[in-house]
């Protein structure tokens, strides 16, 4: 193997900037796509490795793993990541033993030589253009939280609960599923339960967040310091945070912050969320913390018997791609495996005021993504194949979809302006536009153990 130092490799890597896979690719290696043809091109043709599979870092000497990794340009113009950033495979037997400086992750990615490239919808994979390289390493900040995310996947598997792994559980470094079928399922040390085959991995909304600060100079506010993720973890930093004003009504805590609130009630609670996390502008999709680990903003309004107003709305459905993509692959599977969600929760007292009961950063855990939602999933994809029954009730058009009695936790139900805003089934049918919703009560479940709720 060839020997570099860092100005070297980052010296080579601007030789092909703005080059399309094929002008790089010396050994006529792009005229066959395969799977990783990308970083074995630059592999060979920029840097001279011959390619083989490697358990120590690429740049061995330097401690450096070379990855590639795809962008897409939005509508509006900004760039995202088009997926996660896959490392390496999870041994669980070997990752029960290890520390986090000697685990897997660690020895092999504490540095990585990150190569972006711009994937364009239809294009042959050799015409896919190098936009930029970068050296990723980890801010101290960065790597407080990775740091407490490798120990929740490593307490999983010493718990024997390998099988349980969900890249909801943490915030930027997931372990996320590998090539999942029946024979990639693994053994784990602690339990006779085979665990599904997993990677690490930095997650999709981490890899976004890096490439609009590298390419984009994309500045976000960061509401945690290293001073405090050497204490506490990000989530009892969150706690600290929001636990002074439980008790008080939403005119108080307006009072308390010297607030003059606007008169919608999501409006309000934004205003006094960014308040309260001394963020600018009442933008919290600009807090980096929840921009890298995919934090979902959620106020929830619960009734005297602590029961949420309404269900819980998510994405309108595209039918076609539900029909067409596999469970793992699902826009509701992707919504549920990866994103943790910030509930800020009031409910109503005797006077009808709204008063701060607390906060809680859930996910789904991986039991109920593949019980009840594979089951709703499923159901729907069945119908779909079938051809989803309509007719006309009093109250309008009626379908078959999953209801809000289907399985306790989600349901299907139309998000729409009228009746008439339509969408067009696979079998040509015409439906109001749908949306899949947690169930009222399966919310009030989940927030149920915060103290203040009654």
Not at 50 to 66: C, P, Q, T, V, Y
Not at 114 to 139: C, D, H, M, R
Not at 147 to 156: A, S, T
Not at 422 to 446: E, H
Request: net charge neutral.
């Amino acid at each position: 193997m060839n020997e570099y130092n860092r100005d070297d490799i980052l010296s080579m890597a601007e030789t092909v900037y703005g080059k399309s896979v094929k002008d790089i690719d010396k050994k006529h290696r792009s005229e066959k796509e395969t799977k990783g043809m990308i970083g074995h091109i630059i592999e060979e043709s920029v840097y001279g490795f011959d390619i083989n599979s490697r358990s120590e870092a690429d740049f061995k000497e330097l401690g450096i793993e070379l990855k590639t990794t795809p962008l897409k340009r939005n509508k509006n113009g900004s760039i995202s990541a088009k997926e996660r950033l896959v490392l390496n495979i999870i041994n669980y037997m070997k990752e029960a033993h290890v520390t986090f400086e000697t685990s897997s992750f660690w020895t092999k990615n504490q540095e990585i030589l990150l190569y972006f490239y711009l994937w364009e919808k239809g294009a042959p994979i050799q015409n896919f253009k190098v936009l930029k390289a970068v050296l990723l390493t980890y801010s101290e900040e960065d790597l407080s939280i990775i740091r407490n995310d490798w120990e929740i996947i490593h307490h999983k598997i010493l718990s024997g609960k390998a099988h349980e792994l969900s890249e909801g559980d943490t915030m930027y470094l997931g372990a996320c599923t590998k090539g999942v079928n029946a024979k990639s399922m693994r053994q784990q040390p602690f339990s006779p339960i085979l665990a599904k085959q997993r990677a690490y991995s930095l997650k999709q909304s981490y890899m976004t967040t890096i490439a609009r600060q590298h390419l984009d100079s994309e500045e976000l506010e960061r509401i945690t310091d290293k001073r405090e993720l050497r204490e506490k973890s990000f989530e009892e930093i969150l706690h600290a945070r929001f636990n002074p004003y439980i008790g008080m009504s939403v005119e108080e805590i307006s009072q308390n912050l010297g607030l003059e609130l606007n008169s919608a009630f999501k409006s309000k609670v934004q205003q006094l969320t960014s308040k309260i996390l001394d963020i600018r502008g009442n933008k919290l999709d600009s807090i980096e913390e929840f921009s890298k680990a995919n934090i979902v903003f959620k106020t929830i309004r619960l009734n005297k018997k602590g029961v949420p107003k309404e269900s819980m709305s998510f994405k309108q459905i595209d039918f076609k791609e539900w029909l067409e993509l596999p469970f793992e692959e699902s826009e509701i599977y992707n919504t549920f495996e990866t994103t943790k969600f910030l509930f800020v929760v009031f409910q109503f007292d005797d006077e009808e005021n709204l008063i701060f009961k607390g906060i809680k950063l859930w996910n789904m855990p991986e039991e109920t993504i593949q019980g009840e939602i594979y089951g709703l999933w499923k159901d729907v994809r069945d119908k779909l194949e079938k051809g989803v029954k309509l007719e006309k009730s009093s109250r309008g058009i009626k379908n078959n979809l999953p209801d809000s009695s289907f399985n306790g936790v989600a349901h299907i139900r139309p998000k729409a302006r009228n009746a008439e805003d339509k969408v067009q089934l696979p079998d040509g049918q015409m439906i109001t536009k749908q949306t899949y919703w947690l169930n009222s009560s399966y919310v009030a479940k989940i927030v149920s153990d915060i103290d203040g709720v009654e």
